[in-house]
């Protein structure tokens, strides 16, 4: 069993910060006893290391990058942008550049869930971080990634009838709130909105000509995304989603807090000067349900775990992380094929209930039976029919 490690904020006055042997430490940080300006230095060396492919480049004719930054309003993507901010400001002081612009996007996803945070913070951040160009997509826009399959498609029962106009919001907004209405669960609702929230992403980060997207998620957040992946039958994505490299989706993942434990993130929110409390208006809770049992998701029992993990076994989080960015994505000479709802590349043999439950007649079976894939052929991949609930 792991050694017990603290890293809450705790009065231990009578200790020197072991980094400057000079402040007297007020917390300690796996097993190290840190002053408020060293754990502050601490935070944002770990995130610049994670930045260092995008310093300011030497030659004065090179291209302006642009990385997109998504924000939920939540403390790990607040954080980020409150670093990335300072980082980009001493850029610009020692060298009158920076080495990216930074674009700042939200998925206003308030027609899914009823709590969520008010647009008016927005204002808020443009004034504090007035370098950085902020955007905000409502979720209704993602009526495009719902299946549009010929008649004679087994994907065809996918269809909305009566289809969104793309030119009018309401009719998207009601189409897409029909087919999360039709979805088998709570765990099923929430992962193909987050499936339609991450594709709006990077869609726009596409759109802006974006090199990368930076996400906001900590070693607990990768550590439950890990899990929750396999658990839903999408495990095959995790090397993906999990590792800063080239996405099957065309543009760069990366986690610049992935080695941030989500305690220290939420200690450095209210360490920061400003604090950055008042910004942060998403509660990790606001997706958990009530206690019954049948509206639990798979997120929120891998929260709920993790949470209680890493106040005392902090290594067990970064083991899960460490030990699944081993895994390899797929070649990309053997997935052609493309998930018709989350996007992602397919293996020959990895389709749908096809080739994971024996016999059983899958929904997601091509139509053209075991034929070689077509390139861009839209199926199912496992996780996407349990989550439609076509096994």
């Known amino acids: 069993m792991p050694k017990?490690?603290?890293?809450?904020?705790?009065?231990?006055?009578?200790?020197?910060?072991?980094r400057c042997h000079e402040c007297l430490a007020t917390l300690v940080v796996r097993a190290e006893h840190l002053c408020r300006e060293c754990f502050i230095s601490y935070v944002g060396g770990k995130i610049a290391?994670?930045?260092?492919?995008?310093?300011?480049?030497?030659?004065l004719k090179a291209k302006q990058r642009r990385i997109l930054l998504a924000l939920s309003f939540g403390a790990s993507s607040m954080v980020l942008l409150h670093v990335l901010n300072q980082q980009l400001l001493v850029q610009r002081e020692r060298t009158s550049r920076v080495g990216y612009e930074l674009q700042v996007l939200f998925i206003d996803m308030s027609s899914v869930y009823e709590h969520r945070p008010s647009l008016d913070v927005m204002s808020l951040f443009r004034e504090r971080y007035p370098l950085h160009s902020f955007t905000i997509v409502p979720l209704s826009d993602a009526y495009k990634y719902l299946p549009q399959i010929d008649e004679d498609s087994d994907l065809a029962s996918f269809r909305v009838e009566g289809g969104p106009d793309p030119r009018r919001a309401d009719p998207c907004y009601k189409s897409l709130q029909e087919f999360f209405t039709s979805l088998p669960s709570a765990t099923s609702r929430e992962d193909v909105t987050t499936i339609f929230r991450d594709r709006l992403i990077v869609d726009y980060a596409k759109q802006m000509d974006c090199e990368a997207v930076v996400w906001g998620d900590s070693t607990t957040r990768l550590a439950e995304k890990t899990l929750a992946e396999t658990a839903r039958g999408r495990g095959f994505g995790v090397p993906w989603q999990i590792a800063d490299v080239s996405s099957p989706h065309g543009i760069k993942f990366a986690y610049p807090i992935r080695d941030l434990l989500r305690k220290e993130i939420l200690t450095y929110s209210t360490l920061a000067n400003p604090p950055l409390t008042p910004l942060i208006t998403e509660s990790r809770?606001?997706?958990q349900t009530s206690i019954s049992s049948k509206d639990h998701t798979i997120d929120s029992l891998m929260s709920q775990y993790f949470e209680s993990v890493e106040q005392n076994f902090p290594s067990i989080v970064a083991n899960v992380v460490r030990t699944s960015r081993r895994l390899e994505a797929p070649p990309a000479a053997a997935t052609s094929a493309l998930?018709?709802?989350c996007n992602l590349p397919i293996a020959r043999g990895?389709?749908?209930l096809h080739s994971w439950a024996g016999e059983q007649e899958s929904f997601s079976k091509p139509s053209i039976g075991r034929e070689p894939y077509q390139a861009g052929q839209r199926i199912l991949c496992y996780g996407c029919t349990r989550a439609l609930g076509k096994a």
Do not use: F, P
Not at 4 to 18: A, E, P
Not at 49 to 59: A, H, L, N, P, T
């Open 339 to 341: 998930c018709a709802i």
């Open 285 to 287: 809770n606001s997706r």
């Open 49 to 59: 290391k994670r930045m260092e492919d995008y310093k300011v480049r030497s030659d």
């Open 350 to 352: 990895m389709e749908g």
């Open 4 to 18: 017990k490690q603290d890293h809450d904020v705790t009065n231990i006055s009578d200790n020197l910060c072991v």
